[in-house]
């Protein structure tokens, strides 16, 4: 009966029983805590044999613990920073092996593209001002600067790999991290 409570315990987690891992040791951790909040559970309903005998029962644990693992490498294989980095160095993407370039190098391609969208706000500025210079008209110019951010974004993503820096963690990190400073509690 009880095998069968937490067999429907862990089966109903069709999802993970965690949000936003972020890194691989998260998704351990949040497993580990998982499973002793599993323990915790057998033990605190009397069936401490259950959860030293049981082989099912750790069976369960294991699969719920591996299928949240193997979510958070499915999600981070398809993250964008994976994705980037596949088509950066496969033979029929850029070619481009990432530690073929400095951090300098990277940094310089991020930088081009921030002159690149700096250029486009500049006409921008034009046609607030009225001033004449511009080939493209306000609505093909904003399109450009959707590209050219994208573009920084694409090259400091690389960059960051470079670095050895997941940008989409230690984003959230900081943000935390200053909100905190500043007391900011988001609603
Ligand atoms: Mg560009």
Redesign the pocket.
Known sequence: MLEQQLSDRVLQTTSCPWEGPRTYDEARAAHEGFKAGLIAYATAIGHVALREENEKFRELMDESGWRCVKAYERMKDQSFSARNLRRCEAPNGFNHKLNSWSLSDWMTATAG?LG?AANVIKKLNRVRDGIPGNKESPEELRAMLE??LA?VSIYLDLLAQAAGVNLEAAVEAKFAKTSAKIGYVEG
Do not use: N
Request: net charge negative; glycine share 0%; no cysteine.
């Open positions: 593209e690149e590209e050219e573009d």
